[in-house]
């Protein structure tokens, strides 16, 4: 037998939170090989395996902006890969690519579903996973296109320290606004603080958070980041003012119970009443223009004007189910990822 090559398969559709051992399904058979490339495919390993809370939607058979997994199907994802062989053009053996190979050690990937890595001056490997990849861009793109934080303003992040909010809350103090993150942990605001330099913190599960927010927000809220939707929301609409924007990232909090989150935003009428800008978007609406949205962030990490963190879970893809609830009970700190396995550099021999 060649090389083994574990994979996870859904096997059911979660009703609420991932059930370890029961929604997906591991099998470990023969890892494909050279000799099955069609012109334009690469062979890849995966190294690191992204891990998003938009995998959770992906579950649910509803109508969404990508069809859900089917049960059955190998679970979808993007990892930073090696190329083992290829027969596309854009790459040889050796290369780093960010491949949608799911959630395998091996995988075939057509030329439209791999992305070359391109490591900046002050960059690593995983950036492109994480300030690089889309969690980076989706903070970039809300924030140029719906957010336009301008000097002097007062923006609100919720889901602050992580991997997309902590670049949020980063490039609205590049643009001169005061910034309010909330996170779930106390060591998470110390972090947003100290480190990143966000100018309020506030824990949204202390027992004064509600008093906290409306004190933190004096003149109220021009640009509110919505990562976690819920009851968080509803406080942010409360505080915004005239001609806020509402950017609409996510609604974690809602993820977990499919069809809840819609019937908990109570006061919807702020909208009107503050002529806010509620708009939503997927990051893959501005696939055309990546590539200098990532020249701009790219320069910020060189300049060390951006910083970012990474949760990077170790052990294998063995690990990757209770890596992946790590996101609804907020263990991770900025990008969460798996370790498929080790980055190393000088790699000639071990190909
Ligand atoms: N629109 C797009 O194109 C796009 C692209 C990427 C991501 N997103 C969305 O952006 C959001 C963040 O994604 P990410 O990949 O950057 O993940 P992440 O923020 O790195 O990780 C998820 C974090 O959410 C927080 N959280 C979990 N359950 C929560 C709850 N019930 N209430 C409040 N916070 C909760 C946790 O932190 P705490 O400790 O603070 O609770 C956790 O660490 C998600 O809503 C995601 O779906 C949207």
Known sequence: MGRENLTWYLAERPKADIVVGETFRSEKAEAPTADQLKDGQILVEALYLSLDPAMRGWLNDVRSYIPPVAIGEKMRGSAISRVLA?????????????????????????????????????????????????????????????????????????????????VVGQIAKLKGARVVGIAGTDEKCAWLKNELGFDVVLNYKSASFKKDFEQATPNFIDVYWDNVGGEILELALNRAAFHSRFVMCGSISGYNAPGKESKGIRNLFQVTAQRIRMEGFIVFDFLSEYAAARREISQWLAEGKLKRKETIVQGGLENVEQAFLQLFQGQNMGKLLVEVKPYEEKVGARL
């Open 86 to 166: 290829s027969k596309s053009s854009k790459v040889k053996a050796g290369d780093l690519v960010n491949a949608s190979v799911g959630w395998a050690q091996v995988g075939i990937v057509d030329e439209k579903m791999f992305e070359v890595v391109e490591v900046p001056a002050n960059g690593k490997v995983t950036d492109a996973l994480g300030v690089l990849g889309l969690t980076g861009l989706t903070a970039y793109f809300g924030m140029a296109k719906i957010g336009l934080p301008k000097a002097g303003e007062t923006v609100v992040v919720s889901g602050a320290a992580g991997a997309t909010g902590s």
